[in-house]
């Protein structure tokens, strides 16, 4: 799926794809448990920015988003589990990843969602990518101003959402919005923010 959230609506320019399975009914009805894979993030820093920090502290900053991303989307879901709107389990990210880590898949990207699933023990999985041009975590946000000097939130970010089964791969949901103005630099508000709109059409949730 493909989502874009925003802190400041009034200041924003977005654009919104959303796609559903016309089967989701069908093919969702006997899922009882689903897995978060780490988001793959995309931080585009400045020239000057891009100096003063080293392709391997760009991959870990972008490591620790994409987790940052996973992690506040799961806690999301945890609400609605406990309020009684979602009608499926989520599988904890630490197991999640810990089983990605046993199998030596450092790139969730490059195996098919089905065999993901199995290995996960899930019914779906949910991937994506999400792409900004400062971080939205609150320790990506120090560390990178630690090393560069940066402070704040960022201005644009794009994130892409979906949820693909995991009998036979095929992708059930899709969201993707873009956005561009202020947004706040905490992940949990930015996801909160994309989630209540983006569930108000995604099967699973009431």
């Not at 999400?130 to 090393?147: H, Q, R, V």
Request: glycine content about 6%.
């Amino acid at each position: 799926m493909a989502i874009l959230f925003t802190m400041n609506l009034s200041s924003l320019n977005a654009q919104t794809n959303l796609y559903q399975h016309p089967d989701f009914e069908s093919k969702t009805a006997d899922h009882k448990v689903i897995a978060i894979l780490p988001f793959k993030a995309n931080v585009s820093l400045r020239p000057k920015q891009m100096k003063e920090i080293s392709q391997e502290q760009l991959k870990e900053l972008e490591k620790n988003e994409g987790l940052s991303v996973q992690s506040a989307m799961y806690s999301w879901f945890l609400k609605r589990k406990k309020r009684g709107d979602l009608f499926v389990d989520i599988q904890d990210p630490k197991r999640t990843n810990a089983l990605l880590n046993q199998n030596d898949l450092t790139d969730p990207a490059t195996v098919t969602p089905e065999a993901l699933a199995s290995i996960l023990g899930v019914d779906a999985v949910i991937s994506g990518t999400f792409e900004t041009d400062k971080p939205m975590s609150d320790g990506a946000s120090i560390a990178l101003g630690l090393l560069v000097g940066f402070w704040g939130s960022t201005n644009a970010a794009t994130l892409n959402m979906s949820v693909n089964d995991g009998s036979d791969g095929e992708l059930l949901w899709n969201y993707n919005k873009r956005v561009a103005g202020s947004l706040g630099s905490n992940t949990d508000q930015l996801i909160n923010k994309l989630m209540r709109k983006a569930s108000r059409r995604l099967g699973y949730t009431d």
